[in-house]
């Protein structure tokens, strides 16, 4: 599973570095993204939803957030 840590980052930073990220990635590949950022979890969330990935898991930390979303 790849990682990306988009913390320090506000929207929409987070929403198009993770979109990069999964570009990068090959059919059926997991990415997780962490950050601090809470409002980023629902816009990640809703971006992955609205272009065809799979969101595995998506839950707020104590530190912010971490989704989990397979290609």
């Known amino acids: 599973m790849k990682k990306l840590d ?15 990220a999964l570009e990068e990635l090959n059919e059926g590949e997991e990415l997780e993204v962490v950050g601090d950022y809470k409002p980023a979890l629902e816009n990640i969330k ?16 104590e530190n912010g957030f971490r989704i989990v979303i397979r290609k």
């Open 46 to 61: 809703r971006f992955a939803e609205n272009n065809g990935y799979t969101v595995v898991s998506a839950e707020e930390t």
């Open 6 to 20: 988009v913390t320090g980052d506000i929207c929409p930073v987070p929403v198009l570095k993770t979109k990069k």
